[in-house]
């Protein structure tokens, strides 16, 4: 089992940055490659950003890709979700999920995942 934990989300104005952290127990980190979804308010889940077990490569939703940065460290068992000039439509909750079958990177696929966070709320005001 991985154990997953959000934090960093909460209310920003438009154009603001946010942080996300996604950090992971029980299993060794690095084995898993991670991704990062969205909820927006009813809306389905859709893909946001994952990265590969590593770190080196990287893939976006285009309606994140330049404003967004997923990234890792292993020492950490952390996972980063860096989001600068938000929008009122970014408005979500988002999810971190973990892959051990690294297929995660480019399918953006949720069904990939085999472990998910609780998720935490990023609201964006106009």
């Known amino acids: 089992q991985v154990q997953l934990v959000e934090t960093g989300g909460g209310l920003v104005q438009a154009g603001g940055s946010l942080r996300l952290s996604c950090t992971a127990s029980?299993?060794?980190?690095?084995?898993?490659?991670m991704g990062w979804f969205r909820q927006p308010p009813a809306k389905e889940r859709e893909f946001v950003a994952a990265?590969?077990?590593?770190?080196?490569?990287?893939y976006y939703a285009d309606s994140v890709k330049g404003r967004f940065t997923i990234s890792r460290d292993n020492a950490k068992n952390t996972a980063y979700l860096l989001m600068n000039s938000l929008k009122p439509e970014d408005t979500a909750v988002y999810y971190c999920?973990?892959?051990?079958?690294?297929?995660?990177?480019?399918?953006?696929?949720?069904?990939?995942?085999?472990?998910w966070g609780q998720g935490t709320q990023v609201s964006v005001s106009s």
């Open positions: 999920a973990a892959d051990y079958n690294s297929r995660l990177v480019p399918s953006s696929r949720s069904s990939f995942c085999d472990y």
């Open positions: 029980g299993r060794t980190f690095s084995n898993y490659a």
């Open positions: 990265v590969t077990r590593s770190g080196g490569i990287t």
